[in-house]
């Protein structure tokens, strides 16, 4: 089992859409957990970070759940410009960063 | 954001070429890490430097060559690429939270690099 695993994808949804990503992670250990976006041919940007239980930013929600090991992206009222992949990342204490294989979202006109 | 710049933004090189990569920053991050990456691949770790000193080597080929010359400054030298390494190579520094033992890694703009 891979360490960080990430819904396939791609997604495709209309704009004004709500979509989740999921990512599970197998290390118990891991203490931070954050989302980055990656556009075409670009860095990737940190777009949150989680902590604790998880982090709310505008049209962005994360939430995390240590018992069942994921933590979970929410995007609501898609716009065109959050086309992109996005990138989730697990940091388990005294350790690297662990990225999992991103998920790709095109927003739809 | 930790004001990370990347030189050069892009550069091809031919196999038999020596070059090298730079990257700075300049808000006092003790960790900086190198990472390639793929197209539709997440970044891969090659190199850690933590406090100056190079703290992991993740089995990277002798042809990659980092150097840390200060704490603002991180170059990769490059020697007898292979078509294969074309990639974008990252450098990240890693910015400790005040009061926590959290960390946050934030991406320079990258060098993307064709090797012919």
């Known amino acids: 089992r891979k360490e960080v695993e990430q819904d396939p994808g791609p997604f495709n949804v209309p704009e004004g859409a709500t979509v989740a990503f999921n990512c599970t992670y197998s290390n118990s250990a891991s203490q931070s957990f954050f989302w980055y976006r990656q556009d075409c041919r670009k860095e990737p940007k940190l777009l949150m970070s989680?902590?604790?239980s998880g982090n709310e930013d505008g049209r962005f929600t994360a939430q995390l759940n240590r018992a069942s090991q994921y933590i979970s992206l929410l995007i609501r009222d898609s716009k065109l410009s959050d086309s992109a992949t996005y990138l989730c990342?697990?940091?388990?204490?005294?350790?690297?960063?662990?990225f999992g294989p991103g998920t790709r979202l095109s927003v739809l006109p | 954001d930790t004001e990370v710049t990347q030189t050069p933004k892009h550069l091809v090189m031919g196999m038999t070429n020596k070059k090298s990569l730079k990257c700075e920053q300049h808000m006092g991050h003790r960790a900086m890490y190198w990472y390639k990456q793929k197209a539709k691949k997440p970044p891969e770790l090659m190199f850690v430097y933590s406090y100056e000193k190079l703290s992991i080597n993740e089995s990277v080929p002798s042809r990659f060559s980092p150097e840390c010359p200060n704490s603002s400054l991180l170059n990769l030298h490059l020697h007898a690429l292979q078509p294969e390494d074309s990639a974008l190579y990252l450098c990240?520094?890693?910015?400790?939270?005040?009061?926590?033992?959290?960390?946050?890694?934030?991406f320079g703009p990258g060098t993307r690099l064709t090797v012919l």
């Open positions: 989680v902590y604790s």
């Open positions: 990342v697990v940091n388990p204490y005294g350790q690297n960063f662990v």
């Open positions: 990240a520094p890693i910015m400790i939270l005040l009061g926590s033992s959290y960390n946050e890694q934030f």
